[in-house]
Nanobody, 117 residues
Framework: QVQLVESGGGLVQSGGFLRLSCAAS????????MAWYRQAPGKQREFVAD???????NYADFVKGRFTISRDNAKKMVYLQMNSLKPDDTAVYFC???????????WGQGTQVTVSS
């Protein structure tokens, strides 16, 4: 059973930083693109960043220059380094990965990030 488990969320002051981690486990043969999404209260889930198998990355405009996504293929993990956090970054952050097929997406349970002003 494939699972994604996020960690690293918490409460931080505006201007602070956090590092999110996501560990994949289970019947995994290959992991394609790995990504982070977020969902703020009352809003739709939105794309934050992704990293492909060759480590090329994409970012939402609102995090460019502040967040960095990376992956460790040997450990089956993806990370999100979040710097210069703003109150608008407050959300539940979800890990997403294409596992065993580019057509099969898995989601983690989410980790809460709260940025106080």
């Amino acid at each position: 059973q494939v699972q994604l488990v996020e960690s690293g969320g918490g409460l931080v002051q505006s201007g602070g930083f956090l590092r999110l981690s996501c560990a994949a486990s289970g019947g995994i043969r290959i992991i394609y693109t790995m990504a982070w999404y977020r969902q703020a209260p009352g809003k739709q889930r939105e794309f934050v960043a992704d990293v492909s198998t060759d480590s090329s990355t994409n970012y939402a405009d609102f995090v460019k220059g502040r967040f960095t996504i990376s992956r460790d293929n040997a450990k089956k993990m993806v990370y999100l380094q979040m710097n210069s956090l703003k109150p608008d970054d407050t959300a539940v952050y979800f890990c997403n990965a294409q596992i065993n097929s580019i057509f099969t997406n898995y989601w983690g349970q989410g980790t809460q990030v709260t940025v106080s002003s």
